[in-house]
């Protein structure tokens, strides 16, 4: 277990969690201490809170209408509440092969699964209805989303392998047509594509105006690029060999993968999809409380 | 320090496979999986710095072991003085071996030779001995085994150059003989010669005694240019009743430059006759045709010449040509026979032209001698024996040929066995399908044409009627020498019963075919076999063959038969003498033996008796021989010693060394084997230690802390 800086936070080292197997039991670990931690959520709290009135249109449903002020002013309104607290929760989880890469003991289809299995398990507390969808050029399951689902969807990440190769928008496209009711979206991913093909790939769910989370799971050799020994580099999608002298070339690599970041980063805020990039280096509770405490944030200026 | 296999140099090449490793074998065998090279393949390759060789020691060491092992598989050897002079001590006995075949009359290589030869001499004590073996084809020891240095000098001046062909193998089995009977320890040969390969037969399986050492001294030209006329061959062919000829040669160019507008000439009988002008590409061949002339007489010389060139005695041909002989013979019939009767001989003999036959035919029962002084071959169709049986005899033993064909009138009663081989008896007749032959003797001249497979099958004929004959037993004054037999069964029946037997008497010979020749008796006649078969009796019978135009230098002919088969009707016994081309006289009386042709030219021989004429015959220098390719020495040199490559040629003062002096001088490369196998050893522990994971593996990735 790694100590950090953070005050009154408890950190689980991902690969502590990698020996705990099952999920359920992971998510709880993990969630758990993370709310004694805060003490609260802080985001998914007040589900049934009163946002505003606004004036009856023709077709509205009369039920909800305010009879109250009705009474008072002799006109219609309507009330309106800030949030649906049993919204649809769905986890969405890149399983190709580049998401088996792992050079620290945990990949990042682990870490993908770890992440997903919290924020399905925090959604749980909130009484959300829970979903998941696996895929990597297409779909590969999917377990449509229920307030009794969380078993099945720790299930399924559970069993979910890396076996073929990536591509973003066949799936993204097909989930776009799926999830006709709006919800959350919480896309893991490791983003391999221009940002361009990204954001093409990902705004038909932001239309629907489904709420996007995206996690962008990164292992730490990804980012640093700290091998020694030349070799040969094989893709581990397209089997594409290329030689390499990891000296000559870090600094340009680090370069590029930080302006991938940086575009995605832009692209995503640009299309009001929150971003978060993901170490899987850093503990999986800790990477939770940056995204929530920026989410919460967030939703303060909102 | 030399090297026996210095082919294994080659292997040096394989400095490239550690160098290349060096460079970038790391690079290609180790694979890290990475998910996605999307950012690397954005990074220009140029600027990927793969080409540097790592581990220089490691390296190093490669290289050497290479080496080391490359060095001992190419057999490193010392020329240790101390090893040569210890075995040069004691006397020597040396065989000269000095070619005078007629290639080394090209230029001065004869007098280069004979110098050579002096020189070896020059270089033997007064202890050594020495032998002098001249060779052409034939090889004869000028001088053996002798002290006197002297002699064998003298003996190198005197000899000659011959018109023989080279043959190395005569002369290298008289050197081994000498040698084997020598007592001195230390044995050599020195070949003096130009290598011909012409004259090296490799499976001749010449082997000289152990520890015998070879120098060859080659004779040779860097360049050589040689025009031959190889090959003459006269065409006859008829006009106007007359027999003419007309005469291709063959030119070859054995230089390395192109020879043009060579003249050609035709000499007959001394006289040039006619010139052609030719082009001649190197190393190949060219034919001449000359206008046909008419062939007036018997023996025609004809000579076809060619300029001069460094090797001139090729540049001559020689042949000799005669009208076509026919075959005389005399066909005699029953006074009152059919006319079918010997219709199927007579067409037969009708047909054919080498030799062509001419075919006269008597009825009777009586032949007169001018009939048969005039005739080679006599046939008695079916006819009662002839009262002129004394006749007979004398003309059959002078030469001639007699076929007696036995049918339904040939009694010949008792008294006509001095003549035939067996007794004609009662005609005996097979019912049915009939009788065949079945046990025929290929080995006799008269059926060998059909020895061979698909060669006609005389078995396929159906006999139905033939005479019974009983082999006469040998008589002791039949017996012309102790092993050949007078009287031969040539077929049988498939009874048993003789179907052909030969007589020999004196000179010629009596057949006995104890069937018909016509379509009465047999179905012979009617059979594909029946002209060869005809015609293979009767040329049989007459000695018949085809006259040779020319002979080879080293040939043997037999001059009773040269004028037997000329027709001049030579008798045994009564000798002859032969004239050479360079005049001298050779008589012999009494039978004549074989003379073997040594001089290219033309050879006469001289009947004695009262018919007596005289033959010409041309003898030609063994063309072969102007093909002055060499053979490589070292092929020599192993094939005798039956080890490749051991002896060292180009020292003549080399001595004999024996087998623990050669293993000494090579054992080298034992060492050099053992220091490789050692680095690799080496090598292999390093490079382990260094290297860490085994190349070509699979490795996750190492990550810098």
């Known amino acids: 277990m790694e100590q950090h800086s953070l005050p009154g936070a408890r950190f689980v080292d991902p690969k502590v969690l990698a020996r705990i197997g099952n999920l359920e039991l992971l998510a709880k670990t993990v969630v758990d201490g993370f709310i004694n931690g805060l003490h609260r959520s802080p985001y998914f709290g007040a589900s049934v809170d009163f946002a505003e009135h606004r004036g009856y249109m023709p077709g509205d449903d009369i039920r909800r209408v305010d009879w109250k002020l009705y009474a008072r002013t002799d006109r219609y309104y309507l009330k309106e509440y800030e949030a649906d607290t049993n919204a649809n929760f769905s986890v969405i989880l890149d399983i190709s092969r580049s998401m088996e890469f792992s050079s620290r003991g945990i990949s990042k289809l682990e870490y993908g699964k770890y992440l997903g299995a919290c924020l399905a398990y925090f959604a749980q507390k909130q009484r959300d209805r829970i979903g998941c969808v696996t895929f990597d050029n297409d779909i590969v399951t999917h377990i449509p989303p229920s307030a009794k689902h969380l078993e099945r969807v720790l299930h399924t990440l559970d069993r979910a392998k890396a076996e073929r190769k990536g591509d973003l928008k066949v799936p993204m496209q097909k989930m776009a047509e799926h999830f006709g009711r709006r919800g959350i979206l919480v896309i893991v991913s490791d983003w391999y594509d221009t940002p361009e093909s990204i954001m093409d790939a990902v705004k038909p769910l932001r239309f629907r105006g489904n709420d996007l989370i995206v996690f962008h799971v990164l292992d730490p050799s990804e980012i640093d690029f700290n091998f020694t020994d030349a070799a040969s580099f094989q893709d581990l999608e397209t089997g594409e060999q290329i030689p390499v002298v990891p000296t000559a070339l870090a600094a340009q690599y680090k370069s590029l993968v930080q302006e991938h970041i940086a575009a995605l980063t832009s692209r995503f805020s640009q299309n009001r999809v929150d971003y978060t990039l993901v170490n899987t280096a850093t503990p999986l509770d800790y990477a939770l409380f940056k995204y929530l405490s920026a989410r919460q944030r967030l939703s303060r200026v909102r | ?705």
């Not at chain 2, 001139?312 to 009208?323: A, C, G, Y």
């Not at chain 2, 075919?359 to 006819?383: K, P």
């Open chain 2, 1 to 705: 320090m030399a090297f026996l296999a210095p082919l294994f140099f080659a292997a040096l090449l394989t400095f490239v496979i550690p160098i290349l490793i060096h460079l970038t074998q790391r690079e290609r065998k180790q694979v890290v999986e990475f998910p996605s090279l999307m950012f690397l393949e954005k990074i220009p390759y140029q600027s990927v710095r793969r080409r540097r060789i790592r581990d220089w020691p490691l390296l190093a060491m490669r290289l050497a072991a290479i080496l080391l092992i490359v060095l001992a598989f190419a057999r490193p050897f010392f020329d240790s003085p101390n090893v040569v002079l210890a075995n040069t001590a004691g006397p020597r006995e040396v065989v000269i071996l000095l070619d005078r075949s007629y290639s080394m009359a090209y230029g001065d290589r004869w007098t280069r030779a004979q110098a050579a030869a002096r020189q070896a001499v020059q270089g033997l004590t007064t202890t050594d001995h020495a032998t002098l073996i001249t060779f052409g084809t034939n090889a004869q020891a000028e001088v053996r085994a002798t002290a006197d240095l002297s002699r064998v000098t003298a003996a190198i001046d005197a000899a000659k150059l011959s018109a023989e062909a080279t043959r190395y193998a005569p002369a290298l089995k008289l050197a081994q003989r000498v040698l084997a009977d020598s007592t001195l320890q230390t044995r050599e040969v020195v070949m003096i010669s130009d290598f011909q390969r012409n004259g090296w037969v490799r499976d001749e399986n010449l082997r000289l005694p152990e520890g015998t050492k070879l120098t060859t001294v080659p004779i040779t030209d860097a360049q050589t240019s040689n025009l031959t006329v190889s090959n003459v061959l006269p065409q006859r062919s008829m006009f106007s009743g007359q027999e003419r000829v007309s005469v291709a040669a063959n030119v070859i160019n054995r230089g390395t430059a192109a020879a043009n507008n060579v003249q050609v000439h035709l000499e007959l009988d001394g006289r040039s006759v006619e010139t052609q002008t030719v082009s001649v590409q190197p190393g190949a061949p060219a034919s001449v045709s000359f206008q046909p002339f008419t062939l007036a007489r018997a023996f025609t010389r004809g000579t076809v010449r060619i300029g001069d060139d460094a090797l001139k005695l090729d540049n001559t041909f020689h042949f000799v040509v005669s009208p076509s002989q026919r075959v005389s013979v005399l066909l005699v019939e029953p006074s009152r026979a059919s006319r079918e009767a010997s219709l199927y001989i007579q067409k037969a003999l009708a047909i054919g032209s080498a030799p062509a036959f001419q075919v006269d035919v008597r009825q009777g029962e009586s032949v007169a001698t001018t009939d048969l002084d005039r005739h080679r071959v006599v046939i008695l169709n079916d006819v009662a024996a002839l009262s002129a049986g004394e006749a007979l005899k004398n003309f059959v033993a002078k030469g001639g040929g007699l076929l007696v064909v036995l049918g339904e009138r040939a009694n010949w009663g008792t008294d006509s066995n001095d003549l035939l081989p067996g007794v004609p008896g009662n005609v005996v007749d097979r019912a049915g399908r009939g009788g065949a032959l079945a046990e025929l003797d290929f080995s006799h001249p008269a059926l060998e044409l059909f020895k061979a497979p698909r060669s006609g099958n005389p078995l396929t004929a159906r006999f139905f009627r033939y005479r019974a004959v009983t082999m006469k037993p040998e008589a002791p004054g039949d017996k012309e020498g102790e092993q050949t037999p007078t009287r031969r069964v040539i077929a049988r029946f498939d009874d048993g019963a003789v179907a052909m037997a030969e007589r020999k008497v004196g000179s010629g010979s009596v057949l006995l075919w104890s069937s018909t020749l016509d379509n009465y008796w047999n179905d012979l006649a009617l059979k594909p076999v029946y002209l060869p078969f005809v015609h293979q009796i009767v040329r049989h019978l007459a000695t018949y063959e085809q006259p040779a135009n020319f002979f080879t230098i080293g040939e043997v002919v037999d001059p009773g038969h040269l004028l037997r088969a000329s027709g001049l009707g030579m008798q045994s016994g009564t000798g002859a003498m032969i004239l050479t081309p360079s005049g001298q006289r050779i008589e012999q009386s009494g039978t004549p033996t074989p003379v073997q042709l040594m001089q290219p030219g033309f050879y006469e021989v001289h009947g004695r008796s009262n018919q007596a004429g005289t033959v010409s015959l041309a003898a030609n220098l063994d063309t072969a021989e102007s093909d002055l390719s060499m053979l490589d020495t070292q092929e020599l040199n192993a094939a005798l010693s039956g080890r490749p490559g051991t002896v060292n040629p180009a020292s003549a003062d080399a001595a004999v060394m024996t087998p623990e002096d050669q293993e000494r001088r090579q054992n080298f490369w034992w060492y050099l084997l053992m220091a490789g196998i050692a680095l690799l050893g080496a090598e292999t522990a390093i490079s382990n230690r260094m290297k860490g994971p085994v190349e070509g593996t699979r490795i996750t990735p190492t990550v810098a802390s």
